[in-house]
């Protein structure tokens, strides 16, 4: 078990190259009928797929804001409508672990 202070990191996408670093707050003893990986809290949404690394994804959210953007109608297409950079579905997350398991 990695110790509490310890990071470690990883590239999503080499292609646009998001980089994650990961830091370990916590660790805390498993509790009996808790399947594991379990997401306990977090912050923001993820950028979608394939927006175009984080210039892409600056673009895309200056355009999301901006009615009269160039792309602001593109992008709502694209994303199907809504989009919220703030939004964190921790319930979510947590069925999504439950399901590559």
């Known amino acids: 078990m990695p110790a509490e202070g310890s990071q470690f990191a990883y590239n999503y996408d080499f292609g646009d190259y998001w980089q994650h670093v990961l830091v370990v707050e916590k660790t805390l003893p498993p509790q009996e009928g808790i ?3 379990v997401c306990l809290a977090g ?4 950028p979608p797929e394939d927006v175009g690394g984080i210039s892409g994804y600056e673009n895309f959210l200056q355009a999301l804001k901006d009615p009269d953007h160039p792309e602001h109608q593109e992008f709502l297409d694209w ?3 809504t989009f919220d950079p703030e939004e964190f579905d921790v319930d979510q997350i947590n069925q999504k ?5």
């Open 35 to 37: 399947q594991y990986p």
């Open 79 to 81: 994303i199907g409508g």
């Open 97 to 101: 672990l439950r399901s590559i398991r």
């Open 43 to 46: 912050a923001r949404a993820c």
